[in-house]
T-cell receptor, first 114, second 114 residues
Framework: AQSVTQLDSQVPVFEEAPVELRCNYSSSVSVYLFWYVQYPNQGLQLLLKYLSGSTLVKGINGFEAEFNKSQTSFHLRKPSVHISDTAEYFCAVSSIQGAQKLVFGQGTRLTINP | DGGITQSPKYLFRKEGQNVTLSCEQNLNHDAMYWYRQDPGQGLRLIYYSQIVNDFQKGDIAEGYSVSREKKESFPLTVTSAQKNPTAFYLC?????????????FGSGTRLTVV
């Protein structure tokens, strides 16, 4: 079974500052990793995903994440945030083997202050 | 365009009433899921279905029921047995065997008990 821990429930930052949202996972098998974003009163939208290959993955809206197998982490970063990045962010993991469900973290609320 | 449609967007229920939330997808996905989202609690899995005419309970199935008579449709009924149904409900779908694309989410239904 897999589990996901998002280490910060809320992250406040100033506009144009860099941000890192932290995600650690636990799994006994190889995994796929995902970050989703949720704007108020909307569904979740895929930001980026790691399947294999390069450990640095780039997603939409200028976000990127780095897969660190030894640290079992998949932290999300953006070098300069905008007011429009205010949202809730979810890290998720699935086994690469078939018929597995996606396991989500508890979410991190990112608030951008002007 | 392919996607998932949830309806209605807002729903009000009186005490003791059953209500049904609709979820339809045209992505040809085998698996469909229902999640409940409450502030600060992330996503909690209610039910999921990996093939037509089959479904399994998730972590918080009590007070809910589902059916999967068609591949495209996975309606959720919130029964009067669910004591605290006010929440945001999200439907999602995925390929059954390979989660390399994660889930596709609908835009959600906000249910309020009045």
């Amino acid at each position: 079974a897999q589990s996901v821990t998002q280490l910060d429930s809320q992250v406040p930052v100033f506009e144009e500052a860099p941000v890192e949202l932290r995600c650690n996972y636990s799994s006994s098998v190889s995994v796929y990793l995902f970050w989703y974003v949720q704007y108020p009163n909307q569904g979740l939208q895929l930001l980026l995903k790691y399947l294999s290959g390069s450990t640095l993955v780039k997603g939409i809206n200028g976000f990127e994440a780095e897969f660190n197998k030894s640290q079992t982490s998949f932290h999300l970063r953006k070098p300069s945030v905008h007011i429009s990045d205010t949202a809730e962010y979810f890290c998720a993991v699935s086994s690469i083997q078939g018929a597995q469900k996606l396991v989500f973290g508890q979410g991190t609320r990112l608030t951008i202050n002007p | 365009d392919g996607g998932i449609t949830q309806s209605p967007k807002y729903l009000f229920r009186k005490e003791g009433q059953n209500v049904t939330l609709s979820c339809e997808q045209n992505l040809n996905h085998d698996a469909m899921y229902w999640y409940r989202q409450d502030p600060g609690q992330g996503l909690r899995l209610i039910y999921y279905s990996q093939i037509v005419n089959d479904f399994q309970k998730g972590d918080i199935a009590e007070g809910y029921s589902v059916s999967r008579e068609k591949k495209e449709s996975f309606p959720l009924t919130v029964t009067s047995a669910q004591k605290n149904p006010t929440a945001f409900y999200l439907c999602a779908s995925s390929n059954y065997m390979v989660l390399d694309y994660g889930y596709t989410f609908g835009s959600g239904t906000r249910l309020t008990v009045v």
